[in-house]
Protein backbone atom coordinates (compact mmCIF):
# COMPACT_ATOMS: atom_id res chain seq x y z
CA UNK A 1 0.00 0.00 0.00
CA UNK A 2 1.04 3.69 -0.74
CA UNK A 3 2.66 4.81 2.46
CA UNK A 4 0.79 8.58 2.27
CA UNK A 5 -2.33 6.27 2.07
CA UNK A 6 -1.88 4.26 4.56
CA UNK A 7 -1.22 7.51 6.78
CA UNK A 8 -4.18 8.82 5.77
CA UNK A 9 -6.17 5.96 6.75
CA UNK A 10 -5.00 5.05 9.96
CA UNK A 11 -5.55 8.99 11.09
CA UNK A 12 -8.62 9.80 9.45
CA UNK A 13 -11.19 10.74 12.58
CA UNK A 14 -8.01 10.56 14.97
CA UNK A 15 -9.11 14.21 16.60
CA UNK A 16 -7.50 15.23 20.27
CA UNK A 17 -10.17 15.83 22.89
CA UNK A 18 -10.37 16.48 26.38
CA UNK A 19 -12.08 15.26 29.47
CA UNK A 20 -15.35 17.24 30.84
CA UNK A 21 -14.06 19.95 33.02
CA UNK A 22 -15.27 19.98 35.97
CA UNK A 23 -14.96 23.62 37.20
CA UNK A 24 -17.33 26.14 35.38
CA UNK A 25 -15.19 27.95 33.12
CA UNK A 26 -16.50 31.86 32.42
CA UNK A 27 -13.80 32.86 30.02
CA UNK A 28 -13.01 37.22 31.05
CA UNK A 29 -10.54 38.75 28.98
CA UNK A 30 -9.28 40.87 31.42
CA UNK A 31 -8.45 37.66 33.71
CA UNK A 32 -5.18 37.56 30.83
CA UNK A 33 -4.03 40.76 31.74
CA UNK A 34 -4.31 39.74 35.93
CA UNK A 35 -2.55 36.91 34.52
CA UNK A 36 0.14 38.46 33.34
CA UNK A 37 0.27 40.40 36.57
CA UNK A 38 -0.20 37.52 38.82
CA UNK A 39 2.93 35.73 36.94
CA UNK A 40 5.06 38.16 37.69
CA UNK A 41 3.96 38.95 41.10
CA UNK A 42 4.10 35.24 42.25
CA UNK A 43 7.27 33.14 42.13
CA UNK A 44 6.58 30.62 39.64
CA UNK A 45 8.52 27.10 40.21
CA UNK A 46 8.78 24.46 37.93
CA UNK A 47 9.03 20.76 39.15
CA UNK A 48 10.82 19.47 36.05
CA UNK A 49 12.61 20.80 33.14
CA UNK A 50 15.06 19.37 31.01
CA UNK A 51 17.82 21.91 29.91
CA UNK A 52 20.71 20.53 30.74
CA UNK A 53 20.62 16.88 28.84
CA UNK A 54 18.92 18.82 26.08
CA UNK A 55 22.47 21.28 26.11
CA UNK A 56 24.79 18.09 26.80
CA UNK A 57 22.99 16.31 23.49
CA UNK A 58 24.32 19.65 21.26
CA UNK A 59 27.25 19.60 23.13
CA UNK A 60 27.31 22.80 25.25
CA UNK A 61 30.63 24.12 26.09
CA UNK A 62 30.77 27.21 28.35
CA UNK A 63 33.03 29.11 26.18
CA UNK A 64 32.16 32.56 25.10
CA UNK A 65 30.43 31.73 21.70
CA UNK A 66 27.86 29.13 23.45
CA UNK A 67 26.99 31.71 26.33
CA UNK A 68 23.85 32.73 24.60
CA UNK A 69 22.15 29.57 24.59
CA UNK A 70 20.44 29.37 28.06
CA UNK A 71 19.78 33.11 27.82
CA UNK A 72 18.22 34.34 24.58
CA UNK A 73 17.06 31.44 21.82
CA UNK A 74 14.99 29.74 19.44
CA UNK A 75 16.00 26.09 20.27
CA UNK A 76 14.38 24.12 23.32
CA UNK A 77 11.49 25.49 25.53
CA UNK A 78 13.82 27.15 27.92
CA UNK A 79 16.04 29.95 27.93
CA UNK A 80 16.43 32.87 30.54
CA UNK A 81 14.65 35.62 28.45
CA UNK A 82 11.59 33.75 28.07
CA UNK A 83 11.35 32.29 31.26
CA UNK A 84 11.43 35.95 32.56
CA UNK A 85 8.44 36.99 30.49
CA UNK A 86 6.95 33.98 31.91
CA UNK A 87 7.31 34.71 35.06
CA UNK A 88 9.12 31.45 35.56
CA UNK A 89 11.21 32.26 38.92
CA UNK A 90 12.97 28.62 39.92
CA UNK A 91 12.82 25.75 37.28
CA UNK A 92 14.43 23.06 38.68
CA UNK A 93 17.19 21.49 36.28
CA UNK A 94 16.63 18.10 35.41
CA UNK A 95 19.88 15.93 36.19
CA UNK A 96 18.78 13.18 33.79
CA UNK A 97 20.38 10.07 33.61
CA UNK A 98 19.20 7.39 31.22
CA UNK A 99 18.65 3.91 32.58
CA UNK A 100 20.99 2.40 29.85
CA UNK A 101 23.89 3.42 31.93
CA UNK A 102 22.99 1.85 34.92
CA UNK A 103 24.81 -1.47 33.61
CA UNK A 104 28.22 0.77 33.73
CA UNK A 105 29.42 0.69 36.98
CA UNK A 106 30.84 4.68 37.55
CA UNK A 107 28.47 6.10 33.91
CA UNK A 108 25.54 6.81 36.05
CA UNK A 109 27.79 9.37 38.51
CA UNK A 110 29.71 10.65 36.06
CA UNK A 111 27.14 12.06 33.81
CA UNK A 112 25.37 13.47 37.20
CA UNK A 113 28.31 14.94 37.83
CA UNK A 114 28.93 16.62 34.97
CA UNK A 115 25.60 18.00 34.35
CA UNK A 116 25.61 19.33 38.36
CA UNK A 117 28.87 21.12 36.71
CA UNK A 118 27.32 22.52 33.68
CA UNK A 119 24.31 23.74 35.74
CA UNK A 120 27.00 25.66 38.06
CA UNK A 121 28.97 27.02 35.05
CA UNK A 122 25.88 28.66 33.82
CA UNK A 123 25.32 30.57 37.28
CA UNK A 124 28.78 30.87 37.44
CA UNK A 125 28.62 32.77 33.94
CA UNK A 126 25.57 34.60 34.10
CA UNK A 127 25.59 35.41 37.98
CA UNK A 128 23.38 38.41 37.54
CA UNK A 129 20.72 36.74 35.55
CA UNK A 130 21.30 32.87 37.30
CA UNK A 131 21.54 31.78 40.78
CA UNK A 132 21.89 28.63 42.90
CA UNK A 133 19.07 28.27 45.04
CA UNK A 134 19.38 24.88 47.53
CA UNK A 135 15.99 25.75 49.70
CA UNK A 136 13.04 27.49 49.16
CA UNK A 137 14.98 30.68 51.18
CA UNK A 138 17.13 31.26 48.12
CA UNK A 139 14.58 31.05 45.80
CA UNK A 140 12.94 33.85 47.44
CA UNK A 141 16.63 35.77 47.72
CA UNK A 142 16.91 35.13 44.21
CA UNK A 143 13.82 36.47 43.15
CA UNK A 144 13.99 39.76 45.00
CA UNK A 145 16.98 40.19 43.19
CA UNK A 146 15.33 39.69 40.18
CA UNK A 147 17.53 36.64 39.35
CA UNK A 148 16.29 33.12 38.45
CA UNK A 149 16.93 30.10 40.58
CA UNK A 150 17.91 26.78 39.29
CA UNK A 151 17.52 24.62 41.67
CA UNK A 152 18.33 20.83 40.37
CA UNK A 153 16.55 17.36 40.74
CA UNK A 154 18.21 14.36 39.65
CA UNK A 155 16.21 12.38 37.56
CA UNK A 156 16.56 8.75 38.56
CA UNK A 157 18.76 7.38 41.28
CA UNK A 158 21.45 5.21 39.47
CA UNK A 159 24.43 7.39 40.57
CA UNK A 160 24.14 6.47 43.91
CA UNK A 161 25.01 2.98 42.43
CA UNK A 162 25.07 0.95 45.19
CA UNK A 163 27.08 3.13 48.24
CA UNK A 164 24.64 4.64 50.27
CA UNK A 165 27.28 7.69 51.26
CA UNK A 166 26.39 8.75 47.58
CA UNK A 167 23.07 10.18 49.09
CA UNK A 168 25.07 12.64 51.41
CA UNK A 169 27.90 13.29 48.42
CA UNK A 170 24.73 14.64 45.50
CA UNK A 171 23.24 16.77 48.43
CA UNK A 172 26.38 18.54 49.15
CA UNK A 173 26.42 19.06 45.41
CA UNK A 174 23.26 20.85 45.49
CA UNK A 175 21.08 18.25 44.46
CA UNK A 176 17.36 18.48 46.36
CA UNK A 177 15.16 16.10 44.91
CA UNK A 178 15.72 12.06 43.44
CA UNK A 179 13.43 10.65 41.37
CA UNK A 180 13.77 7.37 42.70
CA UNK A 181 14.68 5.46 39.38
CA UNK A 182 13.76 6.13 35.50
CA UNK A 183 12.74 3.90 32.63
CA UNK A 184 13.87 0.73 34.24
CA UNK A 185 13.99 -0.67 37.49
CA UNK A 186 17.05 0.20 39.35
CA UNK A 187 18.94 -0.67 42.30
CA UNK A 188 16.38 1.38 44.43
CA UNK A 189 13.15 -0.03 42.70
CA UNK A 190 10.74 -0.94 40.36
CA UNK A 191 9.89 1.69 37.35
CA UNK A 192 6.26 2.39 35.89
CA UNK A 193 7.57 1.60 32.22
CA UNK A 194 9.50 -1.62 32.94
CA UNK A 195 7.50 -4.69 32.31
CA UNK A 196 9.25 -6.99 35.16
CA UNK A 197 8.66 -6.20 39.03
CA UNK A 198 12.63 -7.52 40.25
CA UNK A 199 11.83 -6.13 43.67
CA UNK A 200 7.96 -5.99 44.14
CA UNK A 201 8.34 -2.26 45.02
CA UNK A 202 11.89 -0.52 47.13
CA UNK A 203 14.54 -2.86 47.40
CA UNK A 204 16.20 -3.29 50.37
CA UNK A 205 18.74 -1.16 49.45
CA UNK A 206 16.13 1.37 48.30
CA UNK A 207 14.71 1.52 51.84
CA UNK A 208 17.88 2.78 53.51
CA UNK A 209 18.41 5.15 50.48
CA UNK A 210 14.78 6.77 51.14
CA UNK A 211 15.66 6.44 54.92
CA UNK A 212 18.84 8.62 53.81
CA UNK A 213 16.76 11.17 51.82
CA UNK A 214 14.97 12.02 55.01
CA UNK A 215 18.19 12.50 56.95
CA UNK A 216 19.81 14.70 54.45
CA UNK A 217 16.91 16.56 53.37
CA UNK A 218 16.64 15.38 50.00
CA UNK A 219 12.74 15.40 48.60
CA UNK A 220 11.99 11.78 47.23
CA UNK A 221 10.29 12.21 43.90
CA UNK A 222 8.21 9.59 43.32
CA UNK A 223 7.45 9.87 39.13
CA UNK A 224 8.69 7.11 37.04
CA UNK A 225 7.92 4.40 40.21
CA UNK A 226 5.58 1.62 39.84
CA UNK A 227 2.37 1.38 41.87
CA UNK A 228 3.90 -0.48 44.85
CA UNK A 229 7.09 1.15 44.92
CA UNK A 230 5.26 4.51 45.59
CA UNK A 231 2.95 2.28 48.51
CA UNK A 232 6.32 1.22 49.86
CA UNK A 233 7.71 4.87 50.50
CA UNK A 234 4.54 6.29 51.61
CA UNK A 235 4.88 3.62 54.14
CA UNK A 236 8.52 4.52 54.74
CA UNK A 237 8.89 7.73 54.76
CA UNK A 238 9.02 10.85 57.77
CA UNK A 239 8.71 13.57 55.43
CA UNK A 240 6.15 14.47 52.40
CA UNK A 241 7.30 13.42 48.69
CA UNK A 242 6.80 15.06 45.59
CA UNK A 243 5.87 14.22 42.07
CA UNK A 244 7.87 16.03 40.17
CA UNK A 245 6.46 16.02 36.48
CA UNK A 246 2.85 13.51 36.79
CA UNK A 247 -0.73 14.10 36.22
CA UNK A 248 -3.77 12.09 36.58
CA UNK A 249 -4.33 8.68 35.92
CA UNK A 250 -8.03 9.44 35.75
CA UNK A 251 -7.30 11.13 32.28
CA UNK A 252 -5.07 8.37 31.16
CA UNK A 253 -6.83 4.89 32.24
CA UNK A 254 -3.85 2.33 32.46
CA UNK A 255 -0.90 4.67 31.88
CA UNK A 256 0.95 3.67 35.71
CA UNK A 257 3.24 6.47 35.10
CA UNK A 258 0.56 8.87 36.31
CA UNK A 259 -1.08 8.58 39.24
CA UNK A 260 -3.94 6.88 40.46
CA UNK A 261 -6.81 8.58 42.44
CA UNK A 262 -5.68 6.17 45.66
CA UNK A 263 -2.28 7.72 44.97
CA UNK A 264 -3.32 11.21 45.04
CA UNK A 265 -5.30 10.18 48.42
CA UNK A 266 -2.11 8.86 50.30
CA UNK A 267 0.02 11.83 49.06
CA UNK A 268 -2.75 14.11 50.92
CA UNK A 269 -1.86 12.11 53.60
CA UNK A 270 1.50 12.45 53.30
CA UNK A 271 1.23 16.44 53.07
CA UNK A 272 2.99 15.67 49.57
CA UNK A 273 2.50 17.58 45.99
CA UNK A 274 2.03 17.00 42.59
CA UNK A 275 3.63 18.98 39.64
CA UNK A 276 1.36 18.08 36.55
CA UNK A 277 3.05 17.14 33.25
CA UNK A 278 2.21 19.14 30.52
CA UNK A 279 2.82 16.58 27.78
CA UNK A 280 0.24 15.72 25.69
CA UNK A 281 0.45 11.94 26.33
CA UNK A 282 0.44 12.63 29.78
CA UNK A 283 -2.65 13.91 29.97
CA UNK A 284 -4.51 13.47 27.06
CA UNK A 285 -5.80 9.52 26.67
CA UNK A 286 -6.82 10.18 22.67
CA UNK A 287 -3.76 11.97 21.70
CA UNK A 288 -1.73 9.43 23.95
CA UNK A 289 -3.36 6.63 21.47
CA UNK A 290 -3.15 8.66 18.24
CA UNK A 291 0.83 9.12 19.35
CA UNK A 292 1.18 5.79 19.67
CA UNK A 293 -0.15 4.87 16.40
CA UNK A 294 1.69 7.39 14.49
CA UNK A 295 5.04 5.62 16.44
CA UNK A 296 3.88 2.29 14.98
CA UNK A 297 3.61 4.02 11.59
CA UNK A 298 7.40 5.43 12.03
CA UNK A 299 8.83 2.40 13.48
CA UNK A 300 7.13 0.31 10.35
CA UNK A 301 8.74 2.90 7.82
CA UNK A 302 11.98 2.90 9.72
CA UNK A 303 12.37 -1.08 8.87
CA UNK A 304 10.74 -1.02 5.93
CA UNK A 305 13.59 0.73 4.58
CA UNK A 306 16.13 -0.38 6.67
CA UNK A 307 16.97 3.06 8.72
CA UNK A 308 18.49 3.33 12.04
CA UNK A 309 16.11 5.74 14.33
CA UNK A 310 18.93 8.77 15.55
CA UNK A 311 19.89 8.94 11.76
CA UNK A 312 19.04 12.17 9.52
CA UNK A 313 16.97 10.47 7.17
CA UNK A 314 14.56 8.96 10.44
CA UNK A 315 14.51 12.82 11.25
CA UNK A 316 12.83 13.47 8.36
CA UNK A 317 10.61 10.21 8.16
CA UNK A 318 9.61 11.27 12.05
CA UNK A 319 9.14 15.19 10.95
CA UNK A 320 6.83 13.85 8.24
CA UNK A 321 4.92 11.70 10.05
CA UNK A 322 4.80 14.02 12.92
CA UNK A 323 5.26 16.93 12.21
CA UNK A 324 1.42 17.43 9.87
CA UNK A 325 -0.87 15.90 12.11
CA UNK A 326 -3.22 18.09 14.46
CA UNK A 327 -3.52 14.96 16.49
CA UNK A 328 -0.69 15.45 18.11
CA UNK A 329 -1.13 18.00 21.06
CA UNK A 330 -3.92 18.69 23.22
CA UNK A 331 -4.87 21.89 24.57
CA UNK A 332 -3.86 23.91 27.43
CA UNK A 333 -7.57 23.83 29.33
CA UNK A 334 -7.03 19.61 29.44
CA UNK A 335 -3.74 20.75 32.03
CA UNK A 336 -5.99 22.60 33.85
CA UNK A 337 -8.62 19.87 33.95
CA UNK A 338 -5.80 17.87 35.81
CA UNK A 339 -5.42 20.72 38.55
CA UNK A 340 -8.79 20.79 38.62
CA UNK A 341 -8.84 16.65 39.46
CA UNK A 342 -6.25 16.92 42.10
CA UNK A 343 -7.62 19.70 43.88
CA UNK A 344 -11.34 17.66 44.07
CA UNK A 345 -9.42 14.53 45.24
CA UNK A 346 -6.13 15.91 47.41
CA UNK A 347 -7.43 19.73 47.83
CA UNK A 348 -5.80 22.76 46.65
CA UNK A 349 -2.69 22.37 49.23
CA UNK A 350 -1.29 19.51 46.98
CA UNK A 351 -0.49 20.45 43.21
CA UNK A 352 2.10 22.49 41.62
CA UNK A 353 3.81 22.98 37.95
CA UNK A 354 5.92 19.87 36.32
CA UNK A 355 6.19 20.80 32.84
CA UNK A 356 8.71 18.43 31.40
CA UNK A 357 9.95 21.21 29.23
CA UNK A 358 12.76 20.29 26.91
CA UNK A 359 11.63 16.73 28.17
CA UNK A 360 8.49 15.64 26.38
CA UNK A 361 9.63 16.57 22.43
CA UNK A 362 6.94 18.09 20.04
CA UNK A 363 4.20 16.79 22.51
CA UNK A 364 3.32 20.27 24.21
CA UNK A 365 -0.26 21.34 24.39
CA UNK A 366 -1.47 24.60 22.47
CA UNK A 367 -0.92 27.38 24.05
CA UNK A 368 1.85 26.28 27.07
CA UNK A 369 4.71 25.63 24.36
CA UNK A 370 7.28 26.88 26.05
CA UNK A 371 8.17 28.71 29.65
CA UNK A 372 6.94 32.31 27.93
CA UNK A 373 3.33 30.78 28.52
CA UNK A 374 2.50 30.09 32.14
CA UNK A 375 0.42 33.17 31.91
CA UNK A 376 -1.90 31.30 29.48
CA UNK A 377 -2.76 28.61 32.00
CA UNK A 378 -3.01 30.97 35.16
CA UNK A 379 -6.07 32.83 32.89
CA UNK A 380 -7.86 29.54 32.34
CA UNK A 381 -7.27 29.29 36.19
CA UNK A 382 -8.59 32.28 36.93
CA UNK A 383 -11.46 31.62 34.53
CA UNK A 384 -12.63 29.02 36.23
CA UNK A 385 -12.67 30.55 39.53
CA UNK A 386 -9.43 30.06 41.44
CA UNK A 387 -8.43 33.03 43.42
CA UNK A 388 -5.23 34.70 43.70
CA UNK A 389 -4.39 32.92 46.89
CA UNK A 390 -4.81 29.31 45.15
CA UNK A 391 -2.89 30.20 42.37
CA UNK A 392 -0.02 31.71 44.60
CA UNK A 393 -0.08 27.64 46.12
CA UNK A 394 -0.35 26.33 42.87
CA UNK A 395 2.71 28.70 41.64
CA UNK A 396 5.06 28.17 44.66
CA UNK A 397 3.11 27.70 47.67
CA UNK A 398 2.65 24.38 47.88
CA UNK A 399 6.17 22.99 46.61
CA UNK A 400 7.47 25.77 49.13
CA UNK A 401 5.89 24.05 52.03
CA UNK A 402 7.10 20.17 51.22
CA UNK A 403 10.63 21.63 50.90
CA UNK A 404 10.67 23.12 54.21
CA UNK A 405 9.40 20.34 56.14
CA UNK A 406 11.98 18.23 54.19
CA UNK A 407 15.14 20.58 55.07
CA UNK A 408 13.37 20.46 58.67
CA UNK A 409 12.93 17.31 59.53
CA UNK A 410 16.43 16.79 58.11
CA UNK A 411 17.79 19.46 60.79
CA UNK A 412 15.96 17.39 63.51
CA UNK A 413 18.15 13.98 62.73
Not at 54 to 79: A, C, H, M
Not at 342 to 353: E, N, R, T
Not at 378 to 406: A, H, P, Q, T
Amino acid sequence: MNFKLFLTLCITGLIACSTPKERTSNPNENNFQKAIELSQKFIITDGHVDLPYRLKVQNFRLEKEYLGIPISTDKGDFDYSRAKSGGLDAPFMSIFVPARLQSEPGASKDLADSLINMVEGIIQSHPKKFGKANSPDEVVVNYERGMVSLPMGMENGSPIEDDISNVAYFKKRGISYITLTHSKNNQICDSSYDTTRIWQGLSPFGEEVVKEMNRVGIMIDISHVSDSTFFDVMKLTKSPVIASHSSCRHFTPGFERNMSDPMLKALKVNGGVIMINFGSSFIDQKVQEDRDSLMNIYQMELDSNNVERGSDQATLIRNNIFNNNPVMWSDISVVADHIDHVVKIAGIDHVGFGSDFDGVGDSLPKGLKDVSDYPNLIKILLDRGYSEKDIEKICFGNLRRVWEKVLANAEKT
